[in-house]
């Protein structure tokens, strides 16, 4: 099973029809797409991505779909606390970040690791009891192995009373080979 399907299936144990979640890097809209559906018409999608290219493509392609249950947000995915409404704060139940760049765009513009850490700290505060945050990253890519390992020491130092984290692997032995890291808020 792919990495990306294994982070949807983590994501779908979690979320559930009326709640709330959070695709910090929206890219061509997949991650959005998916938690819409898993949304409902009851629940609410942010798709948040720093290049305006990324949200008018998924904008696009959540207009094939009619779903309405989703915002679209211009931003940093470091500043998500400042990004997402106070009162969903400690209600979100899933957020998904797909690190790199956005395929078919500029291979230039990268997730970048202080941004991706601050991002995933407030991640961190945001996501209810019980709630998930997956993050697929790739090591592959210029940028892409100080990245991986950041996240990895950033997930070394959470708090195990607090926070349950796992490590998924590609089939690949390679170290440029996708990493998928699941964090769960425990109860």
């Keep these: 099973m792919r990495l990306t399907d294994q982070a949807h299936a983590l994501i779908a144990n979690v979320f559930k029809a009326g709640e709330t979640a959070i695709d910090a890097t929206a890219g ?23 290049q305006q290219q990324a949200l008018d493509q998924t904008a696009a392609m959540l207009l094939n779909f009619e779903y309405k249950n989703y915002e679209l947000i211009c ?10 409404p106070s009162e969903h704060r400690c209600r979100i139940s899933a957020v998904m970040f797909n690190l790199g760049y956005l395929p078919g765009g500029d291979h230039l513009q990268i997730t970048r690791e ?8 407030a991640a ?35 708090e195990a009373t607090q926070f349950k984290a796992q490590r998924i692997y590609s089939h690949s032995d390679s170290t440029k080979a996708p990493r998928l890291f699941a964090v769960t808020r425990l109860e």
């Design 124 to 158: 961190l505060a945001l996501i209810r009891p019980g709630g998930i945050i997956t993050i697929l990253a790739y090591p592959g890519h210029p940028g892409g192995a100080a990245e991986t390992r950041a996240v990895s020491s950033l997930l070394d130092q959470l």
């Design 28 to 50: 061509n809209g997949h991650d959005t797409r998916f938690l819409c559906q898993l949304a409902g018409p009851s629940g609410k999608v942010f798709a948040i991505d720093i």
């Design 75 to 84: 931003g940093d995915h470091q500043l998500l606390t400042e990004l997402i």
């Design 114 to 121: 202080t941004s991706t850490l601050s991002a995933i700290e």
